[in-house]
């Protein structure tokens, strides 16, 4: 190429160069542009939107609804519009964000000490939904240290020759150190005191070939390597039909087991300046480098590890289809399809879409092209990470739901990336998706439990509005309960969870969230209604003492059922086994305790008076605790056979 981009570093030699675009116009400001936008949304962003959807048709249904009909029964306006604001506010599960950020702070804690880095909070929510991981094969399939196994002749014999010409081009290239050079020249030492450099065609990744100029004595020949394929091509026409059959069959051969397989070919040329790749035309073959880079040792436990927690791994690659095929099968991975950059170029959007989907590796990949396959899953309602330590892997790193480098990456890769790994090995990934989806199993609670208990709350109190004389709670009372009940609930973050919940990708499902908003808010507005009845019923069946304030009474003995059954209701619906097989956090049981004991005594302390309580005789305290304790056990009997019927109907839920 005769083209230099912005932010390549010259290490040596001299020329003169046009400017021709500059800024966001070139390649690496194009890059840097892109990352600068806003990313796509991500699916955890996704889910927490949609639930704010959900949340916003039913207040606004509910509040209107409750404040239109209180104002036609000629109920004051003004009391009325502060009832419905408050019931708005106790519908709103305002410590949503504290949890969510609490969740993702714990969960980046514990990451750290597992050897990932959170650049990105967020993140962490999205790991553990992630259910298709994709990832170049070199350093973290395999070690990442190349070493020549062999120099090769047309005929597939060693030959020295082959390696002295190898050694001469890798210790003269002047471009970009890269692990194949390394490896020729740490195989072996010679002496080349004799031999001088005259020009140089560096690497590119369209001829994917390397030229350097030498001369030894009077004598100038060109070395050129690269992919077998760029040697082959210019070694047209002086290669022989029977000769090309030959090669190919040993690339094949070598391919297939494991080997990265190179070409060599010269050509004695006039000494001259400069050389370009249009003399890179009529050479001779010479023979072949064959590299070998093992898989790492447990890497085949790891991907079992990964495939039991529900994650498809798919290999991006530059290296040709069969070396990649011999590395998926070494480390136990099943290739359901291939797909090589020459076909990902050629294929339509939505042929890309299905190949995407269905192939689970992608060989000879140009680094434009790693996008694409990344943003084809995305639209296939996958949940994609992406692991990619180069410049070229910023892109598809940005565009990635989990953007994934390693600590030793380019910059602009750590920059683009949501998780930095301090170590490059799958099994340290492996441990954050498990403390991801910890982290999301946590929040995932808090929402149920908040917009039931909420939802329930609220009906009852909107409903009983209708038929009381008075209010059946005060705003500051639903603001009370709200502030109450949310203190259990902070602790979700360091709740344990069910190994079950982390068996699989968890996602948010608004239509789930919805069916249990409504299941077990209506079965808590049950128990509200009863409480209701008991509260109306008892002072007709058991005298009370005169000029006791029968409001206050109703509303210190539902303040009490509302706080009480929303705080151990918790402990059933924090888990989808029984309550008793689920033990939970020791803070969340601590916590408990003190608010039950606190919604207790309240009545009997001086804040009773600007709250408006009274304390509640031992009948009533009676009555309450049992139709607690039925509420508790009928959540726990109507949980199991919710999760029962959502199983057999929703099956992917």
């Known amino acids: 190429t005769n083209t230099v981009f912005m932010g390549t570093n010259v290490r040596s030699g001299s020329g003169t160069a046009l400017i021709v675009e500059t800024g966001k116009s070139t390649a690496f400001g194009q890059i840097a542009d892109r990352l600068r936008l806003r990313p796509p949304e991500t699916e955890f962003e996704r889910g ?14 509910l509040v209107f609804g409750v404040f239109a009909i209180n104002v036609l029964r000629n109920k004051p306006a003004i009391d009325s519009l502060l009832f419905s604001i ?29 050897g990932v880095i959170v650049r990105r909070l967020n993140s962490i929510e999205n790991l553990g939904s992630m259910d298709v991981l994709c990832t170049d094969k070199t350093g973290t399939l395999t070690e990442g240290v190349v070493k020549l196994d062999a120099a090769n002749d047309i005929k597939g ?32 030492t010679i002496d080349i005191s004799h031999v001088t450099k005259i020009d140089e065609v560096p690497y590119d990744y369209i001829r994917k070939r390397l030229t350097v100029v030498v001369k030894e004595g009077d004598t100038c020949t060109m070395i050129t390597k690269g992919a077998l394929e760029g040697i082959v091509k210019v070694c047209d026409p002086i290669i022989s039909h029977d000769q090309y059959q030959t090669i190919m069959t040993q690339y094949a051969e070598w391919s297939g087991k494991g080997f990265r397989v190179l070409g060599i070919a010269t050509k004695q040329v006039p000494e001259k300046h400069p050389y370009t790749h249009d003399d890179e035309a009529g050479m001779a073959f010479t023979g072949f480098l064959l590299f070998f880079d093992p898989p790492k040792a447990g890497v085949k436990d790891t991907i079992t590890a990964l495939t039991s927690l529900g994650i498809q791994l798919k290999i991006i690659t530059g290296d040709n289809k069969l070396v990649a095929q011999y590395t998926a099968e070494m480390v136990g991975m099943p290739v359901t399809g291939v797909v090589t950059g020459a076909e990902i170029t050629a294929m339509s959007d939505g042929a890309m879409l299905h190949a995407a989907h269905n192939a689970n590796l992608f060989a000879e990949v140009d680094p434009n092209q790693k996008e694409r396959i990344i943003l084809a899953l995305k639209k296939m309602s996958h949940v994609v990470g992406y692991m990619g330590d180069g410049i070229n892997d910023a892109p598809p790193l940005h565009a990635a739901d989990v953007g ?14 949501d998780l930095v790994l301090l170590k490059q090995d799958l099994s340290v990934l492996k441990n954050g998706i498990i403390e991801g989806r910890k982290t999301f199993a946590n929040t995932l609670k808090y929402v149920f439990m908040a917009v039931s208990a909420n939802f329930g709350n609220m009906f009852s109190v909107a409903g009983a509005s209708l038929f009381l004389l008075f209010l059946p709670m005060l705003p500051k009372q639903i603001l009370l309960i709200n502030f109450l009940t949310d203190f259990p609930e902070f602790t979700i973050a360091g709740d344990n969870v069910d190994h079950m919940m982390l068996e699989q990708p968890r996602r948010w499902d608004i239509a789930f969230i919805r069916r249990f908003m409504i299941i077990f808010g209506l079965l ?24 006791t304030d029968r409001a206050a009474l109703f509303h210190t003995g539902w303040f009490t059922e509302s706080v009480l059954s929303a705080i151990l209701v918790v402990f059933v619906l924090r888990t989808r086994m029984a309550f008793f097989k689920s033990l939970p956090g020791r803070l969340m049981v601590v916590v408990t305790v003190v608010v039950g004991v606190i919604t207790l005594l309240l009545p009997y302390t001086p804040l009773a008076i600007p709250l408006e309580f009274i304390p509640l005789p031992l009948s009533y305290m009676v009555i309450v605790f049992i139709i607690v304790g039925l509420y508790f056990f009928s959540a726990e009997f109507t949980k199991r056979a919710f999760y029962r019927w959502n199983t057999r109907h929703y099956p992917n839920a």
């Open 157 to 188: 014999q060693p030959s020295d020759e082959v390696f002295r010409l190898a050694y001469l081009n890798s210790s003269f290239q002047s471009g970009t150190a890269n692990a194949l050079d390394e490896a020729i020249v740490h195989s072996k």
């Open 86 to 114: 408050a019931l708005a506010v106790g519908l709103t599960p305002q410590l949503l964000p504290a949890i969510i950020n609490i969740n993702l702070s714990r969960g980046s804690q514990k990451m750290a000490k597992e």
């Open 404 to 417: 994934i480098s390693v600590s030793n990456a380019a910059d602009v890769a750590k920059d683009a990336a």
């Open 524 to 547: 808590s507005s049950v128990f509200d209604y009863l409480t209701f009845g008991a509260l109306l019923l008892l002072p007709k069946l058991i005298p009370i003492p005169a000029g």
């Open 48 to 61: 927490v939107r949609h639930l704010g959807n959900l949340l916003t048709e039913v207040i606004f249904f």
